[in-house]
T-cell receptor
Framework: GNSVTQMEGPVTLSEEAFLTINCTYTATGYPSLFWYVQYPGEGLQLLLKATKADDKGSNKGFEATYRKETTSFHLEKGSVQVSDSAVYFCALRGDTNAGKSTFGDGTTLTVKP | DTAVSQTPKYLVTQMGNDKSIKCEQNLGHDTMYWYKQDSKKFLKIMFSYNNKELIINETVPNRFSPKSPDKAHLNLHINSLELGDSAVYFC?????????FGQGTRLTVV
């Protein structure tokens, strides 16, 4: 079956530091890949997505590139802010089971001033 | 306008009680879900409905019974609540792509 493995947290960074959260996946076919963000006390919200190999998703300074050769979708941001403190989830949606998304375990990011 | 709304936001109840959580989406999506998030933030899918039909049931105890009166609503009823049911429950909807989540219902069983 499909699975998503993401970097264990928690991750603590200083403001303006570079962020990478690793995500690798296992899936048959050609899944779509997503990053969701969950701010404290809120539900998950879509941060960015990529639907085919070599696509780059970007939003709010975050980027991730769909790498089929390494089955990865690592999240990066060049300069984090305190307001980026949240839990980040990598997810995939298979093309053979359109009704179900598979989520990673989440990575908690804390950015200190 | 809230895209996916669920009520109540907080629910505290005693063991053995029966409770319901309601969810409504105004996005016109065909597919709705219930997820459970534990204290470590792990997210697990419980159910998925497509056009009012159950399509995913992830080995959830039969004390949990989803009901979808129409494709805009997916309610979750829980019988005989147990301490281990304490968690945050999220409703979500999607249409061939990314999912939209509600704000969550924090259920505490005492």
């Amino acid at each position: 079956g499909n699975s998503v493995t993401q970097m264990e947290g928690p991750v603590t960074l200083s403001e303006e530091a570079f962020l990478t959260i690793n995500c690798t996946y296992t899936a048959t076919g050609y899944p779509s890949l997503f990053w969701y963000v969950q701010y404290p006390g809120e539900g998950l919200q879509l941060l960015l997505k990529a639907t085919k190999a070599d696509d780059k998703g970007s939003n709010k300074g975050f980027e991730a590139t769909y790498r089929k050769e390494t089955t990865s979708f690592h999240l990066e941001k060049g300069s984090v802010q305190v307001s980026d403190s949240a839990v980040y989830f990598c997810a995939l949606r298979g093309d053979t089971n359109a009704g179900k998304s598979t989520f990673g375990d989440g990575t908690t990011l804390t950015v200190k001033p | 306008d809230t895209a996916v709304s669920q009520t109540p936001k907080y629910l505290v109840t005693q063991m053995g009680n029966d409770k319901s959580i309601k969810c409504e989406q105004n996005l016109g999506h065909d597919t709705m879900y219930w997820y459970k998030q534990d204290s470590k933030k792990f997210l697990k899918i419980m159910f998925s409905y497509n056009n009012k039909e159950l399509i995913i049931n992830e080995t959830v105890p039969n004390r949990f019974s989803p009901k979808s009166p129409d494709k805009a609503h997916l309610n979750l009823h829980i019988n005989s609540l147990e301490l281990g049911d304490s968690a945050v429950y999220f409703c979500a909807s999607s249409q061939k792509g990314s999912a939209f989540f509600g704000q969550g219902t924090r259920l505490t069983v005492v």
